[in-house]
């Protein structure tokens, strides 16, 4: 049986970043990591999954010595999101960042990255593997969890077993920790499915991020390192998207041309087409006893901004600054003080998240045509209102709510 201080379950990005902070700032801290599939492995991105990183995301990934292990980061330099059926547009560019950059005293590079989703998770564990205080173990199948007001037991099924005074569910959106512990959730199904894909432009993509919203769902175009490559998020009816994944594809290509409005010149598909459910997850409980839940296990919102990344990493910082914090000055790292406190203030920033998701959401979905006027007037006029544009490019920045010591505008090495 393995005696660990904080155990944490899941190795995707935001399991592997929170080891990565904790090991780092508390190097008296013994840490265990437990993976249900393989260790990650070192190759060429594949660009099944990627994600939209803003500064902040940036900022710790820096400070964690990773973002410069990544090969591929493409920059966006520009935003553009239109209504396909109307007038209704808005722009962003670096230009207007200006205002933005001297009032929060930092350079702000790019409007945003797109990155590898594996490729992220490998350079994270290539990090973490320095730190002789993360334990690891890959291949590990949960199979029996307790939680009480004084230490968690852990069972796999491979007989071994784990205590632990902290138990961290980073395990995604389907958290074994959040179901065996009957930490209660709140979900509500989109009712879409996210199909996505390696897309070739006969256009080049200028380094601009897009996004148009259909009658039936957006798409995005996430321009990547190549000039004429980028990665497609595209929201449809769950029937749509399996008619999408099996038509030939010169057929796709034709549906999705005409999808983008051809914005891009002529559209070829490059990779597999894959699709996944859109939900709303909202954990009511984030923590129970000394086990509590951080990222994906706590919560997932829709794809339409690319926050979902974000705000798990921000998530995982708050939870470890809080950790250190205590540990700084002689306290726990399990005290409910303290997870009561990362509870109380990550939950804000969900919460807000999740309801400007649903609103931007329903209010695209409304197709009377008085609320289409109001909408491509009320974005016209945003466009033109430079203050206005500033405060929604801080929050797409990643520069705006309470963030976390580590996140937030100060001096960046690039």
Not at 48 to 61: F, Q
Not at 98 to 110: E, I, K, R, V
């Amino acid at each position: 049986m393995l005696d660990t201080d904080i155990l944490i379950t899941g190795a995707g990005s935001a399991g592997l970043t929170l080891a990565l902070l904790l090991a780092k700032n508390s190097p008296d801290l013994q840490i265990t990591v437990l993976e249900q599939g393989p260790a990650p492995q070192a190759g060429a991105a594949s660009l099944n999954r990627v994600s939209a990183l803003n500064l902040a995301s940036m900022r710790v990934l820096d400070s964690l010595g990773v973002w410069q292990l990544l090969n591929a980061k493409p920059a966006y330099q520009q935003m553009q999101v239109w209504e396909a059926d109307s007038f209704a547009r808005i722009e962003f560019a670096t230009s207007d960042l200006g205002a933005l950059d001297a009032q929060n005293g930092s350079s702000s590079p790019a409007l945003g990255w797109i990155v590898d989703n594996e490729e992220l998770r490998c350079c994270l564990y290539q990090r973490a593997q320095q730190y002789p205080n993360i334990q690891w173990k890959f291949d590990a199948r949960i199979q029996q969890i307790s939680a009480s007001e004084r230490q968690n037991l852990l069972t796999l099924a491979d007989g071994s077993a784990y205590i632990s005074k902290l138990l961290v569910g980073a395990d995604g959106a389907n958290s074994m920790v959040r179901e065996q512990l009957k930490m209660p959730l709140a979900f509500w199904d989109y009712d879409h499915h996210g199909l996505v894909a390696v897309v070739r432009t006969s256009e080049p993509h200028q380094a601009t991020a897009r996004q148009v919203f259909l009658p039936t769902g957006p798409l995005a175009l996430l321009p990547l390192a190549d000039p004429h490559l980028v990665s497609i998020v595209w929201s449809v009816a769950p029937e749509r998207a399996a008619e999408l994944i099996t038509l030939p594809a010169e057929q796709f290509n034709q549906a999705l041309t005409a999808a983008s409005q051809s914005v891009l010149g002529v559209l070829a598909v490059q990779s597999e087409r894959r699709s996944y459910p859109l939900k709303m997850r909202y954990a009511s409980q984030w923590v129970k006893h000394n086990a509590v839940l951080v990222a994906d296990a706590a919560h997932t919102i829709h794809p339409l901004a690319g926050q979902g990344m974000n705000l798990g990493l921000m998530d995982v910082c708050a939870l470890a600054e809080l950790i250190v914090q205590n540990i700084s000055t002689g306290r726990t790292c399990n005290e409910q003080r303290m997870l009561r406190q990362y509870e109380r203030w990550r939950k804000a920033e969900a919460q807000q998240m999740i309801a400007l998701m649903e609103a931007f959401k329903r209010g695209f979905m409304l197709q009377h045509p008085l609320a289409k006027l109001v909408r491509a007037v009320g974005m016209a006029a945003t466009n033109q209102l430079a203050p206005v544009k500033r405060q929604l490019l801080a929050a797409a920045l990643g520069n705006h709510g309470d963030l976390p010591a580590v996140a937030r505008p100060g001096v960046i090495s690039l």
